[in-house]
């Protein structure tokens, strides 16, 4: 039986494991994709006062552009505002994310349900069944697991901003679009 099981290994997830790792705890972390960070499945943006006082740089090859402007844009209404921002290599942000605990992620593997029991969880997988002590759900905008154990609501709501899924639009690199 694992001490801790990660459901996704997305940014959320894998800071999770980075703060696991550091403890002697027995985990792993799952994910449906075949890789750590493709395909990209959402935005690069990342707010600079935050990064900054995570990893205490920023001169890593993954962070692209400072973006000095966000524009809102909704219903043909548009609004300025202004507040540090990266524009990121997403897959590469991740894969580095993920360097210290590679050897604890398995991907290709997706997680069908969780059993809660009175003294342990079995997540239930494509790939066969793991009983665990405790289970970090981090699937970002997929809600179905935490729908099952009624943990949020039929119907959550996540607003999409910028991400990969625009390129090829003539967006301006230095401002910061949310569409
Ligand atoms: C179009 C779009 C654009 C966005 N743009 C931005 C942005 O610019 N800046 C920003 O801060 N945020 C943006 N977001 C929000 C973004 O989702 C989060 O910031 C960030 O990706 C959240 O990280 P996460 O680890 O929580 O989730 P994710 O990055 O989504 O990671 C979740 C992981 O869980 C895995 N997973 C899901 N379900 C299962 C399952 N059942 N079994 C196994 N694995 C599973 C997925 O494969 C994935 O790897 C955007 C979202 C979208 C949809």
């Not at 403890?23 to 994709?33: E, N």
């Not at 059993?115 to 997929?142: Q, W, Y």
């Amino acid at each position: 039986m694992y001490d801790v099981i990660i459901i996704g290994c997305g940014q959320a997830g894998l800071m999770a494991a980075r703060e696991l790792n550091k403890t002697d705890a027995d985990f792993i972390c799952l994910d449906i994709r075949k890789r750590v960070g493709e395909p990209l499945q959402c935005g690069e943006g990342i707010g600079k006062r935050d990064f900054v006082e995570i990893f205490g740089r920023f001169d890593y090859p993954f962070v692209l552009n400072e973006i000095s402007e966000h524009r809102l844009i909704y219903n043909g209404k548009q609004r300025g505002f202004y507040e540090p921002y990266f524009q990121i290599d997403k897959p590469a942000f991740e894969r580095w994310l993920a360097k210290p605990v590679m050897s604890r992620i398995r991907c290709g593997v997706l997680c069908k349900d969780i059993i809660v029991n009175n003294d342990c969880v079995d997540v239930i997988t494509a790939k066969g069944d793991f009983r665990t002590k405790l289970v970090i759900i981090a699937t970002g905008p997929n809600h179905n697991l935490q729908k099952k154990l009624g943990l949020t609501g039929s119907n959550p709501r996540l607003v999409a901003c910028y991400g990969g899924i625009y390129n090829g639009f003539k967006l301006d690199e230095k401002k910061f679009y949310f569409i």
